[in-house]
């Protein structure tokens, strides 16, 4: 049995390049645990396809998010809306954003993000549910995004200081602002509650083409004992079921 928990990000293949019940009988037949950023209306089918999700948004939006105090009501609110649905379908992760600096200094983005957090970590501690505040790339995909670098994001955890907030560690966008990955998941992995991939350059699949070789960062992440999951988030452009079976395959350590 593996030691790493696959699942697949919906957003990659619904609706561009499989149906949804394509790509859930896709899951179940290659192996894999859960998909996620799956939309509600979809949620029973998983759990007829006996297939878990993974995680879902805890809020809106990625560019406009926890680094502003404006926006600490709506987000608690849409927070508290969300652990609710999390616990009733058995969701272990709701993903938080930084929003982008928009001219706020990464230090009081840092401490403002802590500062919403810190309002919400109470109702994900009580839910058993974990806030995952994610690392996205701003050079290339999400740019003036705050939460831009490992460390930005492992102080504000530390600034929360609750079991219940931690990093989505995103292996693709951090590559392309950071690089090292091994050796940040070996020193940080603590902060980690959640794992995505894709390919790079390009967000395609996990394979020779490109630069990240992803058999050896799984054991990475195997060996610090994680019991999370690891999501597959990477745009194919070949063959949609091959590439998610050779990447389970890939990842499957």
Same mark, same amino acid.
């Given at each position: 049995?593996?030691?790493? %928990?696959? *699942?697949?990000?919906?957003? =990659?293949?619904? &609706?561009?390049?499989?149906?949804?019940?394509?790509?859930?009988?896709?899951?179940?037949?290659?192996?894999?645990?859960?998909?996620?950023?799956?939309?509600?209306?979809?949620?029973?089918?998983? %759990?007829?396809?006996?297939? %878990? @999700?993974?995680?879902? !948004?805890?809020?809106?939006?990625?560019?406009?998010?926890?680094?502003?105090?404006?926006?600490?009501?709506? @987000?608690?609110?849409? @927070?508290?809306?969300?652990?609710?649905?999390?616990?009733?379908?058995?969701? &272990?992760?709701?993903?938080?954003?930084?929003?982008?600096?928009?001219?706020?200094?990464? *230090?009081?983005?840092?401490?403002?993000?802590?500062?919403?957090?810190?309002?919400?970590?109470?109702?994900?501690?009580?839910?058993?549910?974990?806030?995952?505040?994610?690392?996205?790339? *701003?050079?290339?995909?999400?740019?003036?995004?705050?939460?831009?670098?490992?460390?930005?994001?492992?102080?504000?955890?530390?600034?929360?200081?609750?079991?219940?907030? %931690?990093?989505?560690?995103?292996?693709?966008?951090?590559?392309?602002?950071? !690089?090292?990955?091994?050796?940040? @998941?070996?020193?940080?992995?603590?902060?980690?509650?959640?794992?995505?991939?894709?390919?790079?350059?390009?967000?395609?699949?996990?394979?020779?083409?490109?630069? $990240?070789?992803?058999?050896?960062?799984?054991?990475?992440?195997?060996?610090?004992?994680?019991? !999370?999951?690891?999501?597959?988030?990477?745009? &194919?452009? !070949?063959? &949609?079921?091959?590439?998610?079976?050779?990447?389970?395959? $890939? =990842?499957?350590?």
């Amino acid at each position: 049995m593996s030691a790493i %928990k696959q *699942s697949i990000a919906w957003w =990659c293949f619904v &609706p561009d390049l499989m149906t949804p019940e394509t790509l859930l009988r896709t899951a179940v037949e290659i192996g894999y645990d859960a998909v996620e950023l799956v939309p509600q209306q979809y949620w029973q089918m998983l %759990k007829d396809y006996d297939l %878990k @999700i993974a995680a879902m !948004g805890g809020h809106a939006t990625l560019t406009d998010g926890m680094n502003r105090r404006e926006n600490q009501a709506r @987000i608690a609110q849409e @927070i508290r809306a969300n652990l609710d649905l999390a616990v009733q379908w058995g969701i &272990p992760n709701l993903i938080c954003f930084s929003g982008n600096r928009s001219g706020i200094s990464d *230090s009081d983005g840092a401490e403002i993000t802590a500062e919403t957090l810190r309002q919400v970590a109470p109702m994900a501690e009580n839910a058993g549910v974990t806030l995952v505040l994610e690392l996205l790339n *701003s050079k290339v995909d999400h740019p003036d995004y705050q939460c831009d670098h490992t460390m930005w994001g492992v102080q504000v955890c530390q600034m929360v200081d609750s079991p219940r907030v %931690k990093l989505l560690y995103d292996i693709y966008h951090m590559q392309i602002m950071e !690089g090292d990955v091994i050796r940040t @998941i070996q020193d940080n992995h603590a902060w980690f509650g959640h794992y995505h991939t894709a390919g790079n350059p390009g967000r395609h699949e996990i394979d020779e083409t490109q630069e $990240l070789n992803y058999a050896p960062i799984m054991r990475a992440i195997a060996t610090t004992g994680y019991e !999370g999951y690891v999501a597959q988030e990477f745009i &194919p452009l !070949g063959d &949609p079921v091959e590439g998610l079976q050779q990447a389970f395959d $890939l =990842c499957n350590v």
